[in-house]
């Protein structure tokens, strides 16, 4: 199992800029994509983006391209989520989650939710207007 760690949330006017990380552990032979998701007050979990395991392959939700970007470091351990131009509307707690995978899988990207195997707590980010 891989235990996630999410970092970085806050409150921020809109405009503003915020930086989620995912700080991963677990077992080194354990190979693993990652992907955001966040859930607003009232509202269902929502894909936002994911990375391959490779750092190749990347996905977002319309509402938020060219707006986030995500990757990974080189070392895979931390994830993260680079969001500009923020909008109220992108109020949510959001997600980190890993999904692990196979040689045949490193470079795929998933919007998924129940093909992930491990969440983090999650991190509130507030954008007002």
């Known amino acids: 199992q891989v235990q996630l760690v999410e970092s970085g949330g806050g409150l921020v006017q809109a405009g503003g800029s915020l930086r989620l990380s995912c700080a991963a552990s677990g077992p080194t032979f354990i190979k693993y994509a990652m992907g955001w998701f966040r859930q607003a007050l009232g509202k269902g979990r929502e894909f936002v983006s994911a990375i391959s395991w490779s750092g190749n392959k990347t996905s977002y939700v319309d509402s938020v391209k060219g707006r986030f970007t995500i990757s990974r470091d080189s070392a895979k351990t931390t994830g993260y989520l680079q969001m500009n131009n923020l909008k109220p509307e992108d109020t949510a707690v959001y997600y980190c989650?890993?999904?692990?995978?196979?040689?045949?899988?490193?470079?795929?990207?998933?919007?998924?939710?129940?093909?992930?195997?491990?969440w983090g707590r999650g991190t509130q980010v507030t954008v007002s207007s």
């Open positions: 989650a890993a999904r692990v995978v196979d040689y045949t899988e490193y470079e795929e990207v998933s919007s998924v939710s129940y093909k992930y195997n491990s």
